[in-house]
Structure formats: C-alpha cells, structure tokens
C-alpha cells in the first residue's frame, strides 16, 4: 500500500497551551532518536518564542520586549541534534501575541526583521538550518497578513541566501475553537467557496516569498476534510507552492486540551490527504503526542500504531 508518512514534525517548546515537559539535553537527545526512528528528517521550531519566553537568548528581544532569558539555548540544542542525526531545521519567527492580534502588523514584522538578521548571525553556519518557518498563523484574508507573509518570507530569503520558507494555515471549521474553553464546535464552518477565494487571493499574493504549505487539518469535520484539502493543494499547485499536510496528533474532538489523538482519527486523516494528492506529512506535535517519552502514555501507544502502519 503506498501510504502517506509523517517526515517531519514541529517542535513546541514554548508551550504556551500545552503543558511543558521540562526535558533536558539526555531527554531531547532521546526524543531525536525516536523520531529518526519512524523517518522524521525536518524538524520545525514553531516559534521561537512567545510574549516573554524564548528558545535563545535574544538580545533584541530581551532588549526591546523585556523577554526573560533563557537558561538554555534551545536552538542551538536543536540544530547540534538535527546535525547528529542528518535532519532539517526550519527556524520558526517570534510570535508577539500581541502585536499583530491587535492589528499592528507593521510593529510584529519589524521586530521579527531585527530577530531574523540576528539568528542568521548566530546560527545561520549551521548545516542544519535549512529554512524558516512564518508562525503567525491564519485562516483566511484578514487584517494585513498577506503583507506580513509577503514581507517577512521574503526578508528570511534575502537575508539567508534563499532558503526556503514554509506556512502552516488552518482551516475555519466547526472546531476552530478557542483551547481556552471546554466547547468543541461551533455551528457554522467556512464554505468550500469561501475559503477557494480567500486563499486564491492569499497566495497569489506570496508565492514569491512562501515556498511550503502545510495546512493544518484538525480543524474541520472529518468528512469535510477530503474536499477542503484539494482545494488548498489546487491553489498550491496553481501558485507553484508545494503542498505538504500538518496532520495533527493530538485531538479536538473533546474537551480535555490537549491529548493525543485516536489512532483510528489520525490514520484516517492521512489516508484523506494521500488520495488528494499529498506526498508529505509533518505533525504537532511529536514530542508531547507520539512519543514514547511523553508525559502522556497515551503518546507511546500511538507511536507503536503508527510503527505498525508503517511495516504492514
């Protein structure tokens, strides 16, 4: 059977919404194994920090945002173990979580044009840092992210020499809910219409500065989920991006946030994605819902499945 796999997955170490699982280098270095161990090659910082806590200690962000610094060089950590172990980096930007929630876009992207030219500067030597990741996510054409894609994917390139960067949009489904509320669902999903034009419009307007997209697809109905993921690879295809699926392994579908998800739920979700056409897979999150290693138990049962799927 030709089966979609997951060869990359994010990494989030601010955890702002899931808990923190306090690992040290013995643990993450364990962590890296697993997931070579099941054909993970990328590894992508979600963000490398969020309001006041950061992955690196950010001159610029300690300086101008009164962020704590870090006792660990996370970052450095991460490319060090995705060096040992032949995989990709993909640097995610500083979410302010402020800035640009409130509409000023124009102070969210200047900060991360100071954060970009300073990770370039501290790390871009490494072999392993292979891109960017753009970590303000959206779900449709709203405020001025087109000019916040536009601007900072194309900052990223010009000052790394081109590499690549990737997006991870969502859709405006049924379960598009706050995590900060025990609800699920809400009663109304974005139309197949709406969202072919909100994103139509998106990317026609940053292809030159995206390069991957990995629509996240937790948020929809799982019937649903088919036809809004050849929209979004169509729209890929038509823009010259290449279409990659973030297939989620933790679970909306209750009101404990969040826990890893059923496997049944995440076989089916990658089962969708391949007969639409998708070639590759990244996760959120390995590290808290499939890992052996994870504060969930949960997470390691999950890992033997998706061990058995692969050698069926």
């Known amino acids: 059977m030709n089966k979609l796999k997951i060869t990359g997955t994010f990494i ?20 890296f194994e697993y997931m ?5 090659k990328r590894i992508v910082l979600i963000r490398c920090g969020y309001r006041e806590w950061l992955t690196y200690p950010s001159e610029v962000l ?3 945002e009164k962020a704590i610094q870090p006792y660990t060089d996370l970052v450095q950590l991460f490319l060090d173990l995705c060096e040992k172990n032949q995989m990709e980096f993909y640097f995610g930007l500083y979410d302010s979580g402020t800035y640009w929630v409130n509409e000023n876009y124009k102070k969210e992207i200047s900060l991360n044009k100071k954060v970009i030219e300073e990770v370039w500067a501290k790390y871009g030597h490494n072999t392993a840092f292979k891109g960017w990741y753009l970590s303000q996510e959206c779900n449709k054409n709203s405020g001025d992210i087109i000019r916040l894609y536009s601007e900072l ?10 590499l690549q960067v990737l997006i991870s949009p969502y859709i405006d489904g049924i379960k598009n809910i706050s995590q900060y509320t025990q609800q699920t669902e809400k009663q109304n999903s974005i139309s197949l219409d709406k969202h072919f034009k909100n994103w139509e419009e998106i990317f026609a307007a940053i292809k030159s500065a995206v390069d991957f997209v ?8 799982y019937q649903e989920l088919g036809e809004f993921i050849k929209i979004n690879k169509l729209l890929a295809d038509q823009n010259g991006l290449v279409s990659w699926i973030n297939t989620e392994s933790f679970d909306r579908d209750m009101p404990i946030k969040f826990l890893p998800i059923k496997w049944d739920k995440m076989r089916y979700k990658l089962d969708v994605a391949k007969k639409a056409g998708i070639e590759e897979a990244l996760t ?20 033997n499945r998706y061990l058995e799927y692969l050698n069926f």
């Open 62 to 64: 300690i300086k101008q």
């Open 284 to 303: 959120f999150e390995f590290s808290h819902f499939m890992s052996p290693q994870s504060a969930y138990s949960q997470a390691g049962h999950l890992y």
């Open 153 to 162: 994917g194309a900052f990223c390139k010009k000052t790394s020499g081109g």
């Open 36 to 40: 070579k161990q099941i054909g993970i």
């Open 12 to 31: 989030d170490e601010i955890s702002h919404d899931i808990p923190h699982q306090n690992w040290g280098t013995k643990e993450w270095s364990q962590d």
């Open 214 to 221: 990995a629509f996240q697809d937790g948020h929809v109905g």
